[in-house]
Nanobody, 124 residues
């Protein structure tokens, strides 16, 4: 089973931008979905953006559509999340995850491989 290691989390001002990266070890064939989830204090973990490793289909949470963009570099085996126009409500621990044969793309229970997370804090 592969490992996922996130990086790039930091503190930013509202309206700012930030890109998170996830370094993936192991082989992820076309049956996998890889994505970003987040968990704010006192809240459930929620799906933010996910991508098929097969055809690069993407899904986004409504709260981030138009502001966040997920991408994957197959050669480097990395997954990125570019975030712009950040809001205080985007403050959370962000996790990279991977799962096979995912049906409900933003459902955390569909994903079996998880990173340790990287903290994003957006101040107003």
């Amino acid at each position: 089973q592969g490992q996922l290691v996130e990086s790039g989390g930091t503190s930013v001002q509202a309206g700012g931008s930030l890109t998170l990266s996830c370094a993936a070890s192991g082989y992820y064939d076309n049956s996998y979905w890889m994505g970003w989830f987040r968990q704010a204090p006192g809240k459930k973990r929620e799906g933010v953006a996910t991508m098929s490793t097969g055809d690069s289909t993407t899904y986004y949470a409504d709260s981030v559509k138009g502001r966040f963009a997920i991408s994957r570099d197959k050669a480097k085996n990395t997954l990125s999340l570019e975030m712009v126009s950040l809001k205080p409500e985007d403050t959370a621990m962000y996790y990279c995850a991977a799962g096979r044969w995912v049906a409900s793309h933003l459902d955390e229970y569909e994903y079996s491989i998880w990173g340790q997370g990287t903290q994003v804090t957006v101040s107003s």
